[in-house]
T-cell receptor, first 112, second 114 residues
């Protein structure tokens, strides 16, 4: 059973561009979570999704950030008009119902 | 809202020493979950344990053991006979429910020297 997959592993964008981060959960996992690890700030929750539904987006910045988990395909975290402060490691986790969250390897986003 | 304190920021030990990583949490929930994760230098996050608030039994898994003390809101993690490969950042994280978001502590950087 493959683990949580994230791609790309490294992403470089210039200020103002869009970043799209993908997450494929483990087989059989219907819950997906996104977290961001900023330098000196630690890991912070962003959003929790189930298939086609956003369950908790209390950690999402109000502007420029969006997330989806369609019926088919991976979960996508989209950051529009990136700024330098968006540079961070973005982790996706998946979970079967009622179990612990298993994390992917992360996507390191660098904004030039 | 939940809160977690990992007061130790960096710990350095010599291989084969035992080391305990402290975790103190705050929650108003009567039911909650506690997690520990490891982040080695390669950067990924590795799940170590999940414990629910109803189960106060201590747990042992190989060289790892966890001491859950509900009365003091602590969930400490001990590595026995540490090894260089244990060098990593360790995060404690409470959660309000089995599917709810994790609230991570700032992490403890453990360095195990040969």
């Amino acid at each position: 059973n493959a683990g949580v997959m994230q791609n790309p592993r490294h992403l470089v964008r210039r200020r103002g561009q869009e970043a799209r981060l993908r997450c494929s959960p483990m087989k059989g996992h219907s819950h997906v979570y996104w977290y961001r690890q900023l330098p000196e700030e630690g890991l912070k929750f962003m959003v929790y999704l189930q298939k086609e539904n956003i369950i908790d987006e209390s950690g999402m910045p109000k502007e420029r950030f969006s997330a989806e988990f369609p019926k088919e395909g991976p979960s996508i975290l989209r950051i529009q008009q990136v700024v330098r402060g968006d540079s961070a490691a973005y982790f996706c986790a998946s979970s079967p119902l009622g179990q612990g969250q298993f994390f992917g390897p992360g996507t390191r986003l660098t904004v030039l | 809202a939940q809160k977690v304190t990992q007061a130790q920021t960096e710990i350095s030990v010599v291989e084969k020493e035992d080391v305990t990583l402290d975790c103190v949490y705050e929650t108003r929930d009567t039911t909650y979950y506690l997690f520990w994760y490891k982040q080695p230098p390669s950067g990924e996050l590795v799940f170590l344990i999940r414990r629910n608030s109803f189960d106060e039994q201590n747990e042992i898994s190989g060289r790892y053991s966890w001491n859950f003390q509900k009365s003091t809101s602590s969930f400490n993690f001990t590595i026995t006979a540490s090894q260089v490969v244990d060098s990593a950042v360790y995060f404690c994280a409470p959660s309000t429910g089995a599917n709810s978001k994790l609230t991570f502590g700032k992490g403890i950087t453990l360095s195990v020297r040969p």
